[in-house]
């Protein structure tokens, strides 16, 4: 209540008659003192009877000791951090807020029954889920059914992970794809299956109670209304990027964070777009035999369901988990940063690895998918046919790259090696290669492959002989074919390059063939056809033999004949398309096009005699050129004889 206090100064008044104002204002600041305090304790005994009231399905709070989970029968199953067991609970109050399950005719995913109080064995619930699995589900391959049940393990730790796998169920009609989605998910944290879904209620369920989600007759994603959801579906599968920014109007257009992290299981009888299939494990379905039940064991899961609810919150409790979310930086990391080296600091900082070696030479989307599956794994046979199954998707989605467009083109332009002039190979050839046996609307236009090369795989542009095209860059193309899984080889000047396991496989091998199989001229023949005119004679007596491992003869690695400073009239063999002329000389000015630096001294002339796709050309080389352009071997050797000479 108001108090109003005044003290009027008057020099009459004596010391004694202040000394007894001052003890007024005293005691009347004591009355408002006491009143205030006496109503604050008031407004605190009413609030902590009276708390505000809110719903839950349950969090995790490991700085509070906060730790519970919803059950069915509308009650909490809460973890007691100071006798480590389970307590069954009407309510969690935590601060100034009272948290009430959720009504059960609100709750649209499945609920844990009340835990049992014996003691949780993991085996044994591995062991019961894995079973259950094969009841309900055929997969084509037995080891599926490990990556199935660490899957569902890892989902009761959600909050620990920073980025989660995705399973796609993808197969005919009348496959088991939705049956096996209902299965897992009865098993799973928080699990339920959605038929019909937008984004926006994907975000907003995923925000509100971060369910294990199924996503059903996922041909939706296929239309270009659906873009939105895929870029949700695509962000959510790691934390960092998981957060969705939105206007919120109704509270003066705030900016309001969703998050949209979460394990996700997809089914469908249509391939989804790349950038969503890279994100999860594919499991492609067929038509049950009748070796699976006709109906799922909804007892059965529900029991697990109930011994995964005890996996979940002594995990958690346990201390080895911490959550994933971003936390504050230590003081003292800022502090030592000076301190040491940047390459200790790394090594300091560094998280720890959480796959063992055998995972290296996999790729990185990979060890993400597998590194949760692997961390809930504990038997070593089973963290073995994790491998097993890890190097599968690894293989299938190198697959998957090199069947897609750019892999399509990259494969189009190691074919038109044939065709590399002068170190280029122009865009006309490559679309040619590529659309030879393309439907009209799968064919791409010159525009289209430029781009690919350029801006996918890497590949710098040049124009020469006003003819568009690429530079013949073999660092470039190797490190493309890395990407796509091609092994491209510069080996004695021969580059091949193959899909397959054995490194002497080819692809396309009909041309390569047909390259290696052209007659070769002897050098009589040769002679014979060719106009010697325009080289003198001493030229041609210093430079008239060629030895090529140790035989004479006329041969390149690629097929393609070689001379010596001899000019042709024609070209001998009608079936060859282009003659490379090579003319050892002695060394020169620096190469103009040698990639290194300094610049490689010229050593040799190049002749390209015209064709009906050129107009011909010379060029003044280096020994660094001729192999970057893949027409030079190091055991070919340049002899200069005299023909006189009887040796």
């Known amino acids: 209540m108001p108090v109003k206090i005044t003290i009027e100064t008057d020099p009459a008044i004596t010391l004694s008659h202040q000394k007894e104002l001052a003890n007024q204002f005293k005691c009347k600041l004591n009355q408002i003192t006491g009143a205030w305090l006496k109503a604050a304790s008031k407004l605190e005994t009413q609030t902590k009877n009276n708390p505000k009231e809110a719903y ?8 509070q000791q906060i730790l519970f989970e919803q059950i069915e029968g509308q009650k909490f199953a809460q973890w007691n951090y100071t006798k480590n067991h389970i307590d069954i609970v009407d309510s969690i109050i935590v601060g100034d807020t009272k948290y009430l399950p959720i009504p059960t005719n609100e709750v649209t995913w499945f609920l844990p029954p009340k835990p049992s109080t014996r003691k949780f064995n993991k085996n044994h619930v591995w062991n019961a889920i894995k079973h259950l699995l094969k ?85 939706s994603l296929k239309q270009d209304y659906a873009l939105p959801l895929i870029s949700i579906l695509n962000g959510g599968y790691k934390r960092s990027t998981s957060k969705i920014e939105l206007c919120d109007p109704n509270n003066g257009n705030k900016i309001v964070s969703m998050d949209a992290f979460g394990y996700k299981i997809i089914c469908g009888t249509e391939q989804l ?130 069947s897609s467009v750019q892999g399509e083109v990259l494969l189009a332009l190691l074919l038109c090696e044939t065709r590399v002039e002068g170190g280029f190979i122009g865009t006309k050839d490559i679309r040619e290669t590529y659309n030879q046996f393309k439907e009209q609307n799968d064919k791409l ?125 024609d070209i001998p063999d009608k079936n060859q398309k282009e003659i490379w002329i090579i003319d050892p000389i002695p060394a020169a000015e620096p190469c103009k096009y040698c990639p290194t630096e300094p610049a490689q001294p010229v050593t040799c002339i190049i002749h390209v005699p015209p064709t009906k796709q050129s107009r011909g050309e010379t060029m003044r080389r280096c020994r660094n050129c001729l192999q970057r352009l893949g027409i030079w071997r190091s055991d070919i050797t340049m002899q200069y004889t005299d023909p006189q000479d009887p040796k």
């Open 273 to 402: 777009v790349v950038t969503l299939r890279s994100r999860a494990i594919p499991l492609q379905m067929l038509k049950k035999t009748g070796k699976v039940d006709d109906l799922i064991n909804e007892k059965h899961a529900a029991v697990i369901r109930s011994e995964m609810l005890k996996y979940r919150l002594q995990e958690l409790a346990s201390g080895r988990y911490e959550p994933a979310a971003v936390k504050e930086t230590d003081a003292k990391l800022i502090e030592g940063f000076y301190d040491e080296t940047p390459e200790v600091f790394h090594k300091k900082t560094r998280p720890a690895d959480m796959l063992p070696e055998a995972y290296e030479g996999l790729d990185g989307r990979v060890r993400e998918l597998f590194a949760n599956l692997y961390a809930v794994t504990d038997d070593e046979a089973e963290q073995r046919i994790l491998l097993e199954c890890a190097k599968n998707v690894d293989h299938y989605m190198h697959t998957v790259e090199a």
């Open 56 to 63: 839950s399905a349950g969090f995790w709070l490991p700085n």
């Open 445 to 569: 236009s010159d525009k289209k492959i430029c781009s690919i090369l350029e801006d996918d795989l890497g590949i710098p542009r040049d124009r020469t002989n006003n003819k568009r095209g690429f530079v013949w860059d073999i660092r470039a193309i190797s490190r493309a074919c890395m990407r796509f899984g091609f092994k491209f080889k510069v080996s004695e000047g021969l580059q091949s390059y193959s899909n397959g396991e054995e490194p002497e496989e080819k692809i396309a091998s009909d041309v390569l063939v047909t390259q290696q199989t052209q007659q070769t001229t002897s050098k009589n023949d040769v002679k014979s056809k060719l106009n010697v005119e325009s080289a003198s004679k001493t030229e041609c007596a210093n430079m008239d033999k060629i030895v090529v491992d140790g035989d004479d003869g006329l041969t390149h690695p690629l097929g393609v004949s070689l001379y010596a400073q001899i000019k042709p009239k």
């Open 135 to 219: 009841m309900s589900i055929e997969l084509q391959d037995e080891k599926t059914y490990t990556v199935l049940t660490a899957w569902i393990f890892a989902t009761q730790l959600t909050e620990a992970h920073k980025v989660v796998a995705y399973l796609i169920f993808h197969g005919m009609l009348n496959t088991g794809k939705s049956r096996s989605a209902e299965t897992i998910l009865q098993m799973c944290f928080r699990g339920k299956l959605l038929c019909e879904y937008t984004a926006a209620s994907i975000k907003r369920s995923i925000d509100s109670f971060h369910c294990t989600t199924g996503l059903d007759e996922s041909e």
